[in-house]
């Protein structure tokens, strides 16, 4: 950890900055799907994949191009992952304390 909010580097925590309160919804809506670290982090590749795709236009292009991919190249992935899943344990946890409230 760094003097970036936490995160390791600059381009983590922009990224975090950015984009973790989306990530957080989708795991949060696909959390009976993901078991372990591993599944998050595809599920943050695949979202970081989509956004691209859906910028195509400035994803691998001339300059801002070679930017985008500097600044994916710079992202700790698993950092990022990491902090979803810390997330999607803590909703799975407290969901749990729920349904037992219930019952």
């Avoid at 956004?51 to 236009?57: C, G, P």
């Avoid at 600044?71 to 700790?76: I, W």
């Amino acid at each position: 950890m760094s003097g970036y909010g936490g995160y390791k580097n600059w381009a983590t925590w922009n990224f975090s900055l950015w984009h973790m309160d989306t990530l957080h919804e989708q795991a949060i809506e696909l959390s009976n799907e993901l078991d372990d670290l591993s599944d998050v982090l595809d599920m943050v590749c695949n979202y970081w994949d989509d956004v691209k795709d859906n910028h195509s236009e400035m994803a691998g292009v001339g300059w801002l191009g070679d930017v985008l991919d500097a600044f994916t190249d710079e992202v700790d992935w698993n950092e990022i992952a990491e902090h979803v899943w810390e997330a999607v344990v803590a909703w799975k946890e407290a969901d749990l304390k729920y349904l037992r409230k219930k019952l």
